[in-house]
């Protein structure tokens, strides 16, 4: 289960989200796997727990955020960074956004770091900022229309949920991961996920503030403050 897009769109071209994306995927390229040199580069600037516990390879809290451990990881991620980056990154601003960005990824760093701060296995991925971007949507939109594509097995459909659904069970299935699994996460930064989710809550908060808080709510009813997209659904044929 997994979003494709909202039906919340940006009055204005969100170039810190696309730059983002950008440069994730050029660190990827940089990086590719089996490549020795890419996988040097990837050890070097990956996120080590013990490391940063012992005050080591400290650049480490913010180069990790643009490593990837395989070509899903990266496309989930920036999936996720695509159909709610924009939205944020309007209301925010561009170097707001950026530095909301990069502060809810740190966070989300120190989060895994205290579930498993002796851990050796080192920590990639965007996911820790993205899910502050999460939080912080999740706070401005809560009523947001998210389209969800469920696949199981060999069926697949797409459903419409409320954004404060769709983000909620998210973030219920980090918290279930995050004490579920040992401090490693079994390979998943769980807690790296929860706390970028909170962190971006807070951090959004006093953007919301400023836009009327409670009254922002009451008068856009959590729902985008401009027009919802509408997307025209496939129309079924039928053999004459």
């Known amino acids: 289960m997994f979003p494709i897009r909202d039906h919340n769109p940006s009055s204005v071209r969100p170039v810190v989200t696309w730059a ?17 040199t890419g996988s040097t580069i990837w050890a070097y600037l990956a996120l080590y727990p013990v490391a940063i516990t012992h005050d080591q390879l400290i650049y480490g809290l913010l180069t990790h955020m643009f490593l990837h451990a395989g070509l899903m990881h990266l496309a989930g991620n920036m999936l ?4 709610f980056g ?6 925010m601003g561009r170097v707001r956004f950026l530095g909301f960005y990069l502060l809810a990824g740190l966070v989300a760093a120190g989060a895994q770091i205290a579930a498993a701060p002796l851990s ?7 996911s820790g900022a993205i899910a502050g971007v999460l939080g912080g949507y999740l706070l401005m939109f809560p009523r947001a229309r998210v389209d969800i594509l469920v696949i199981f097995i060999i069926f697949f459909k797409v459903f419409t949920l409320p954004a404060w659904v769709m983000l909620g069970l998210w973030f219920a299935l980090q918290m279930l991961g995050g004490f579920t699994v ?23 908060l006093p953007l919301f503030l400023r836009r009327g808080g409670p009254r922002f709510w009451a008068r856009t009813h959590g729902r985008p403050p401009h027009p919802q997209s509408h997307y025209t659904r496939i129309p079924r044929v039928t053999r004459r």
């Open 86 to 91: 924009d939205n944020l990154e309007e209301q």
């Open 20 to 36: 983002l994306i950008a440069i994730n995927i050029a660190m990827y390229v940089l990086t590719w796997p089996g490549s020795e």
């Open 120 to 126: 050796d296995i080192p920590m990639v991925g965007a």
């Open 80 to 83: 996720f960074l695509w159909i």
């Open 182 to 204: 040992d401090g490693s996460g079994g390979g998943v930064a769980y807690w790296a996920h929860a706390g970028g989710f909170l962190a971006g809550g807070v951090l959004a």
